[in-house]
């Protein structure tokens, strides 16, 4: 079993940034491929960032390209989501969410259905 537990969330201006985190605990992190979705009001979650097991390798949302950067510390159990330049539509409960299947690729991490375990969220509200 793994738990994951968001942090970083606040509300801020159109234009200013934020770093969530995500720790993990109880199995080793460096197994897991992460990924980090986001929920607003009345729409599905959906795919913001995605990073593989070492970190070398990331993906993401065309809506937060150039814009967002997915990181992870190995070493510390944690995934990082820096947002830069936030927007009013960026307004979203922001969720990580760790995957153990070594086989999915970049593709598969753009669904919710890769992961099998999920944290509680954390707000971001965007004013303009």
């Known amino acids: 079993q793994v738990q994951l537990v968001e942090s970083g969330g606040g509300f801020v201006q159109a234009g200013d940034s934020l770093r969530l985190s995500c720790v993990a605990s109880g199995r080793t992190f460096s197994v897991y491929a992460m990924g980090w979705f986001r929920q607003a009001p009345g729409k599905e979650r959906e795919f913001v960032a995605a990073i593989n097991r070492s970190g070398g390798s990331t993906r993401y949302a065309d809506s937060v390209k150039g814009r967002f950067t997915i990181s992870r510390d190995n070493a510390k159990s944690t995934v990082y989501l820096q947002m830069n330049s936030l927007k009013p539509e960026d307004t979203a409960v922001y969720y990580c969410?760790?995957?153990?299947?070594?086989?999915?690729?970049?593709?598969?991490?753009?669904?919710?259905?890769?992961?099998?375990?999920w944290g509680q969220g954390t707000q971001v509200t965007v004013s303009s």
């Open positions: 969410a760790a995957d153990i299947d070594p086989s999915y690729g970049s593709n598969q991490l753009t669904r919710r259905t890769a992961y099998d375990y």
